[in-house]
C-alpha cells in the first residue's frame, strides 16, 4: 500500500509455501532495481490477501490492514512486521 505522511510504501507480501525471506533482504533487491521512490520502506508479511467473492484484491482491506500493523510497530518500535503468525 502507499504510504502517507512521510512513513513511505509499506509492501504486504505473501511467501509461498516453504519459502523464507527477511524484510531487509526483499528491500535491498528492489533497491538494486527500482527507483527509489518504488522501493518498499517497511514489509509486512501476511497469510493471504483479503479478496472479494470474485477473487480481486480487496485494496481498501489490505490498505486498512497494513497501515493498521504498521502503525503498531511504530509504537512499539518493530522495524517489519510478520502477519503469517496466528495469536
Known sequence: TSGSGNRGACWAVVLR???TV???ELIDFCRERMA???TPK???FMQSL???GSGKVQKRSLRDTTDAQVTLAARSKIEDLDL???P
Do not use: L, M
Request: no cysteine; proline share 17%; hydrophobic share 15%.
Open 17 to 19: 509455501p516453504g519459502q
Open 42 to 44: 517497511q514489509i509486512v
Open 36 to 38: 527509489a521512490y518504488k
Open 22 to 24: 527477511r524484510p531487509d
Open 50 to 52: 483479503p479478496r472479494t
Open 84 to 86: 503469517t503468525k496466528q
